[in-house]
């Protein structure tokens, strides 16, 4: 086996922060780019109702479903998408740290969402793997509201917690459209989408070389 080019994994304790949504528009775009596996660690399995609704005519995504399966020995892919439980263990997360070269936080800028964050990220702080550098991680501000004071808020928030934020994804309708038709962001034509690809350009662009926009 060869090893996987990139291994992402997409984690926040919240429940509803956006990592399903985050991780199936990724495999959506890195397929357009190579062979992508998409394993939900989620017993919810909802990546894996995305894959299975996904049309046949575009690029093929395998998926894994599976939540208690041990990821070392999994089939080679360029890319591989960890979408996570919004409850994962302190055992499994050291486990999945161990597994991926990045890891991208979804936050909502609600203050309960950051609250719950917070504690996330300080316990995050605590695993050897991650402090160590080895784990590239990035947050992704999601179902942001332009120019609202929440925006404000989260970015002071990732200032003074020293995170760096790869990109801002608006609170749209598109995104629901795009998961009840199993698709991405980028397979649609509207223009609403559209407005929101340059955000999935940085964070294409993190995930495949580490730079942030603007660097
Ligand atoms: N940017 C957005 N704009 C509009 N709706 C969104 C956006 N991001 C997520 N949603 C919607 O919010 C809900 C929660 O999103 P999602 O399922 O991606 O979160 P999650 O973190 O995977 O949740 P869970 O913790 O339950 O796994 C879904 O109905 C999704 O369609
Ligand atoms: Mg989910």
Known sequence: MTNPQCRVLVLNSKGG??????????????????????????????????GNRRPASLPKIDLIDDPERDFRGYPARDYVIFDAPAGLKRGRLEDMLGEVEVLLVPIAPSPFDMDASREFLQRLDEIKRFRKGKV??????????????????????????????????????????AALGGLGLADLRAPEARKELPQWARILRFVQTGELYGT
Do not use: C
């Open 17 to 50: 922060s956006g990592k399903t949504t985050l991780s199936t528009n990724l495999a959506s775009l890195l397929a357009l780019r190579g062979s992508v596996l998409l394993a939900d660690l989620d017993p919810q399995r909802s990546s894996v109702s995305w």
């Open 136 to 177: 590239r991680m990035g947050v992704i501000a999601n179902r942001v509201k332009a120019r609202s004071q929440a925006e404000r808020l989260l970015a002071q928030f990732l200032v003074d917690l020293d995170l760096p934020l790869v990109a801002t994804l608006h609170d749209s309708q598109v995104y629901v459209r």
